[in-house]
């Protein structure tokens, strides 16, 4: 089992119907009789949801309370590429997506970075190339991922140009030949028509004969055009079919205006008839290829014989597909091969940088600087420089038999064996705090640890000025750490209302456990995940004192300077001491 | 952490530098230390993998060609075994190194290599970390341990790093920038360290 560093989780406000108890819930009965009514579960399962460790909350400096990724509201200030670092500004975020439109792509299979590599053409073999192309010595580039060693060559894509990889990309269908554009789409059903004649069913059959051969299948763009053409000119001419479903009016899924309203949806109104027509009549389906309608290729016996002669590794996971940008480029869904053979290049996700409000007073309490260079903050209340930290350290005092081995992190903790632990409490503010500590006599839980906290109440003197903090480095032997510390760990004693020892802006206090024993009783449960971890929930209250208008310089003209005000703040923290030994 | 070291085991220089005699330093000339960095023995630091080709801009100062071939700022912390190697590529047909500079702050864990371009400032690098060629770390990353960083990926800064290849997992909060502060760990090495830090 690995080892457990200490730990200390400090819970959020928002959570507040958790942390003024659970009292209807019977499923984890909390041990604390009489004074402490409503002790905080940390193994409750809402707990997960509002302990944080201290590095994680924030802090509101106008509702004077704590903070948690829960509960702020931000707000994106800069979008942009994790690898190439450049700005995305939100009026591109709507025309191209968000994920980044220069060079910057992913590896398909192992999610490396690719870069763009010039291919080395070897040298052309003069009975497959015509002479002019022989002349022309022409070096086009690839993908390729510097981890697993994939190429875009691997599914037929190469670029002519190093840069502007993301466009070309767009415009490369798997295995090289090129996405048509709106025009040569156009030319392209043209000539269809042509060769087929005005009749949609040879038309069809042109298509078909198509398919059959692996010629041109439709991709999705094609059919989506042919289809927005042939609906066009359907509601040009709504007069031109009537197929029976003019019964059924504006409702069928035939009519003119239930169309032109759900093309609404997809062209922003373009399309939209100024109802005149409408009433005409129904329209017809689309019959042929070049009315967008696609048939659905049920023969997938190919496929299947590919899948059968392929490894378990060469099909693509669910999370590689879902990863893959829509691709309007290749041919209908319907199909569509899962094959690692099939994945494309892609694009980073923009990240963002995001400032945070308050969800109360809705004032900001984080904001970075809007340039994705600079790592500085304008605003940045974090709750670190509000509230003490807590850290937490094993002491092994000599026993009755000698002194003891010394104390090693992670080490298991021997059931029903008194140990002690040195909590020591940072105060990083400029007043001196005075912290009342509450822990219920046995933690929570199916295996009740006894828990003492020798000292609970205590002051801590204020965090001095940096300065100090600067001539402690220069003058380091005599700093104030050691300067109470007399002599070496053993010689102290554990004391009830003693603190364990003091420094510039910091105590420790000694709080003694005796882990529950782990042994199960018949018709217990098995032990469940975690449940050998010695948690304390442990209830702490500072209370300072601050000048009055000091940090507050709007609180009007008529203040009194010597007058102090009294400040508190209470919260529900975990303190994660170790596991219990098995057995 | 409070191991303490026998006797003599670092070599501190004038700028505070504190280097293990057991450690490998290769190319001295060409290790740029900005000072306050303390080298753990057995860690191996390249700076005879020197560019070969100087870039087209600075061959007009023919007199003091530009040799660094890893600079490291001010409290940076190599841990034990750890390596640091300049990466090296093709450049206009001929093969060269080029320099590795790491900003103020870096911790690189035991047994890690390290062949990035640069790494910026307050990055920390756990243990058994590769950092693949021309990787770009920049400020206020850390990577867990076991990390492979592959050549040439680019990490913004704030990221938490972890996986073989690297993806981003996490983000680093906003109170956790000052546990990037290496200046406390500085003090705890060296040939008379004070005692451990409660
Ligand atoms: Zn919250
Ligand atoms: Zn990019
Ligand atoms: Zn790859
Ligand atoms: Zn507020």
Request: with cysteine; charged share 20%; glycine share 8%.
């Given at each position: ?583 | ?72 700022g001010r409290y940076c912390f190599l841990s034990r075994a750890s390596c640091l190697r300049p990466p090296g590529r093709l450049y206009k047909g001929a093969f060269t190194y080029m320099p590795l500079r790491i900003g103020d702050h870096v911790f690189v864990g035991p047994s890690s290599v390290i062949q990035a371009a640069s790494i910026g400032n307050h990055v920390h690098i ?26 040439n990926m680019v990490i913004p800064s704030f990221s938490i790093v972890a996986g073989q290849p690297a993806r981003v997992i996490g983000e680093v909060p906003e109170g956790g920038h000052e546990a990037f502060e290496l200046r406390e760990l500085y003090k705890t090495v060296g040939n008379n360290p004070p005692p451990a830090a409660a």
């Amino acid at each position: 089992m690995a080892p457990l560093n200490p730990y200390t989780y400090i819970q959020c406000p928002c959570s507040d119907s958790a942390s003024l108890g659970r009292p209807t819930d019977l499923t984890s009965p909390t041990s604390a009789d009489g004074d402490e009514d409503n002790t905080f579960d940390p193994r409750a399962p809402r707990a997960n949801f509002s302990l944080y460790p201290l590095e994680y909350l924030l802090y509101c400096e106008d509702c004077h309370q704590i903070r948690c990724p829960r509960c702020i509201a931000e707000e994106i200030a800069t979008y942009y590429c994790p690898s190439c670092l450049f700005e995305v500004p939100s009026s591109n975020l709507k025309s191209e997506g968000n994920r980044c439109t220069r060079s910057c792509f992913q590896c398909p299979i192992c999610i490396g970075p690719l870069s763009v590599t010039s291919i080395e053409t070897p040298p052309p073999s003069s009975t497959l190339l015509s002479p002019d192309h022989a002349a022309t010595p022409h070096s086009t580039y690839s993908l390729i991922c510097s981890y697993c060693n994939w190429s875009s060559t691997e599914i037929g894509i190469q670029f002519d140009k190093p840069n502007g990889i993301h466009a070309q990309l767009a415009k490369l269908r798997n295995g090289g030949a090129s996405r048509l554009t709106a025009k040569e789409r156009k030319e392209r059903r043209k000539e269809l028509s042509h060769r087929g004649g005005e009749a949609a069913v040879a038309a069809a059959a042109a298509v078909a004969a198509n398919e059959s051969s692996g010629g041109q299948d439709v991709d999705l763009e094609t059919q989506f055009a042919n289809l927005k053409l042939f609906c066009n000119s359907q509601l040009a001419d709504p007069s031109a079919a009537d197929n029976g479903f003019s019964s059924l009016g504006d409702l069928g899924f035939s009519s003119p205006s239930s169309l032109s309203r759900i093309m609404n949806l997809y062209t922003g109104g373009k399309l939209h008839d100024p109802r005149a027509k409408s009433k005409l009549g129904a329209m017809r389906e689309a019959l042929a290829a070049d009315e967008g309608l696609l048939e659905s290729n049920l023969n997938e016996s190919s496929l299947i014989t590919r899948l059968h002669q392929s490894d378990f590794l060469d099909t693509a996971s669910s999370t590689q597909i879902c990863s893959q940008p829509p691709n309007l480029g290749e041919p209908h869904l319907h199909g569509a091969s899962r094959f690692n053979s099939s994945l494309r290049p892609v694009p980073y996700l923009l990240r963002t940088k995001r400032s945070k409000r308050c969800p109360v007073c809705r004032h900001i309490i984080s904001k970075p600087e809007a340039k994705v260079q600079t790592t500085r903050f304008r605003i940045r209340l974090v709750a670190g420089s509000y509230i003490p930290s807590i850290s937490i350290r094993r002491l092994n005092l000599p026993g009755p038999n000698g002194p003891a081995a010394p104390a090693i992190l992670g080490d298991l903790l021997d059931p029903l064996k008194p140990v002690h632990f040195l909590l020591t409490f940072k105060n990083p503010i400029f007043e001196s705090l005075k912290v009342t500590l509450g822990a219920p006599a046995t933690t929570p839980g199916r295996f009740p640890s006894k828990v003492t906290v020798l000292c609970p109440q205590f002051d801590i003197d204020a965090n001095t000025d940096v300065w100090d903090e600067a001539l402690k480095d220069n003058d380091r032997e005599s700093s104030s750490r050691s300067r109470r510390r007399a002599g070496t760990e053993s010689q102290f004693q554990v004391e009830v209302g003693k603190i364990w020892e003091r420094g510039r802006n910091w105590v420790s206090i000694v709080v003694e456990v005796v882990p529950a024993s782990l042994k199960l009783e018949a018709g217990q449960d098995v032990l469940k995940e975690d449940e050998d971890v010695l948690e304390i929930p442990m209830f702490v209250r500072i209370e300072w004192e601050v000048e009055n208008g000091g940090d507050d310089a709007t609180s009007g003209p008529g203040r009194d300077k010597d007058q102090k005000e009294k400040r508190e703040l209470a919260y529900w923290c975990v303190l994660g001491l170790g596991r219990i030994k098995q057995g | 952490m409070s191991r303490r070291p026998p006797r003599g085991e670092y070599i501190e220089t004038d700028t505070g530098n504190k280097v293990a005699r057991k450690a490998t330093l290769v190319g001295t000339q060409n290790i740029m230390l900005g000072g306050k960095t303390v080298i753990q023995p057995e860690v191996m630091i390249r700076g005879d993998l020197i560019r070969s080709i100087q870039s087209s801009s600075s061959s007009s100062s023919s007199a003091t060609p530009n040799n660094t071939a890893v600079a490291i700022g001010r409290y940076c912390f190599l841990s034990r075994a750890s390596c640091l190697r300049p990466p090296g590529r093709l450049y206009k047909g001929a093969f060269t190194y080029m320099p590795l500079r790491i900003g103020d702050h870096v911790f690189v864990g035991p047994s890690s290599v390290i062949q990035a371009a640069s790494i910026g400032n307050h990055v920390h690098i756990g243990a058994r970390v590769v950092v693949g060629e021309f990787a770009i770390i920049k400020d206020y990353v850390r990577v867990l341990d076991e990390t492979v960083i592959p050549p040439n990926m680019v990490i913004p800064s704030f990221s938490i790093v972890a996986g073989q290849p690297a993806r981003v997992i996490g983000e680093v909060p906003e109170g956790g920038h000052e546990a990037f502060e290496l200046r406390e760990l500085y003090k705890t090495v060296g040939n008379n360290p004070p005692p451990a830090a409660a």
